[in-house]
């Protein structure tokens, strides 16, 4: 079994810093792409940024320069810290990983359980 556990999530004001952990337990043997996405309430799920394996990253427009993705392979955890926090940032954050469970096996998707995290104006 894979499991991604989340946290760090909560209330920040505007302009404040949060940071997003999820950890990833279980039998890994590697783990390739992992992300973060958000759901706010009526909209659709929102990419907000990837790190590939070797460390590449990506970001949606609405984040770049706010929000920095980080991984550290060794903890099997990935981070999203979140910084000059805006009131549209309001969502419920999920964490995404690609993992290959033992060598031989194909890769697979896992997904957290999500955290909440709220920006107040």
């Known amino acids: 079994q894979v499991q991604l556990v989340e946290s760090g999530g909560g209330l920040v004001q505007a302009g404040g810093s949060l940071r997003l952990s999820c950890a990833a337990s279980?039998?890994?043997?590697?783990?390739?792409?992992m992300s973060w996405y958000r759901q706010a309430p009526g909209k659709q799920q929102e990419l907000v940024a990837t790190?590939?394996?070797?460390?590449?990253?990506n970001y949606a427009d609405s984040v770049k320069g706010r929000f920095t993705i980080s991984r550290d392979n060794a903890k099997n955890t990935v981070y999203l810290q979140m910084n000059s926090r805006k009131p549209e940032d309001t969502a419920v954050y999920y964490c995404?990983?690609?993992?290959?469970?033992?060598?031989?096996?194909?890769?697979?998707?896992?997904w957290g359980q999500g955290t909440q995290v709220t920006v107040s104006s």
């Open positions: 790190i590939t394996g070797g460390g590449s990253t």
């Open positions: 279980g039998t890994i043997f590697s783990i390739n792409a």
């Open positions: 995404y990983a690609r993992i290959r469970k033992w060598i031989a096996a194909s890769e697979n998707d896992y």
